[in-house]
């Protein structure tokens, strides 16, 4: 399981993290990059919603060893793979503690792989329309792939578990496959304001994602289920919000520069200078 390997490899994971964002299907990590940099995302909606859970902008820029912000971003699109290291590797530099899954695709278990489609023809608008369901006509052209899963309520359930108390704010856009995965997490008592305090999410109950009666008969089943404000029997449920911030979509925004000591002899004294290695979120 990815998720044991991970916390072998990093025990701490979860350590110190007060203030949780979540980024299920974080595409090019952009989301995670607002949360971050919001200086070089104005007029983004989410930052309302940031606000909201972590506080000022000013502040989330500051080493997550001072705001115990932490994020955890799940994609299932290999396309992303290096980009999201990228980022992951330049924010550690900056003391911001960015961990993603990638190429993983949330499900209720860990199934094996799974199908993901290809549906936007060239890998338009950032792949966007990567999802394990078949809606363009152009998919034959455009073409599938085959990705491990990851249980997301296992993830959820280890989280709760070994990070400290706080705030828990997940985004979710995953392209339909939020009826695969948030039943679990209702099931296991995870949509609890104690577990999650507030899902933001991009419902996709409608055609072309679903496409017969009894798809979409389920889907919306489960979405009132999920909505409703006994799902959570153990005390308050998590806040549900409708939100879908598609702004950015191409980002390529610069990363923060990794700065490197160099040390070099000059007149018998040691001086201490900084080379900047700017890197860029390109795809």
């Not at 911001?96 to 993983?104: D, S």
């Not at 860990?110 to 998919?139: E, H, T, Y």
């Not at 695969?180 to 949509?191: E, H, I, R, Y």
């Not at 979509?249 to 000059?266: H, N, Q, R, W, Y």
Request: aromatic letters at 10%; hydrophobic letters at 35%.
């Amino acid at each position: 399981h990815v998720l044991d390997k991970t916390l072998e490899n990093n025990p701490d994971l979860f350590s110190g993290c007060t203030k949780v964002f979540l980024d299920v299907g974080s595409n090019r990590g952009t989301h995670i990059r607002k949360l971050f940099e919001p200086q070089k995302y104005p007029g983004c909606p989410y930052r309302r919603v940031f606000d909201q859970a972590f506080g000022p902008a000013a502040n989330r820029s500051l080493p997550s060893s001072l705001t115990g912000i932490c994020a955890f971003g799940f994609e299932a699109n290999p396309r992303w793979a290096s980009t999201l290291g990228g980022i992951q590797q330049a924010y550690a530099q900056q003391g911001w503690r960015a961990h993603w899954f990638v190429p993983y695709a949330v499900s209720d278990s860990d199934q094996g792989n799974l199908i993901m489609w290809k549906n936007d023809p060239n890998g338009a608008n950032s792949d966007w329309g990567f999802s394990r369901k078949q809606f363009s006509s152009s998919s034959d052209s455009v073409g599938k792939v085959s990705v491990p899963s990851l249980d997301f309520s296992e993830f959820i359930d280890e989280m709760h578990k070994k990070a400290p108390a706080g705030y828990r704010l997940m985004k979710m856009d995953i392209e339909s496959s939020e009826f695969d995965v948030l039943p679990s997490l209702a099931q296991k008592q995870l949509l609890c304001e104690s577990v999650l305090n507030t899902i933001t999410i991009e419902w996709h109950d409608f055609f072309p994602f679903l496409k017969s009666d009894q798809a979409l008969n389920r889907a919306r089943a489960i979405k009132e289920h999920v909505l409703s404000p006994r799902v959570c029997e153990l005390g308050r449920s998590t806040a549900f919000e409708e939100v879908d911030d598609e702004s950015f979509l191409d980002d390529g925004k610069p990363l923060p520069p990794v700065k490197t000591a160099v040390f070099e002899l000059a007149n018998g004294k040691i001086h201490r200078e900084s080379i900047d290695f700017a890197a860029t979120n390109k795809g």
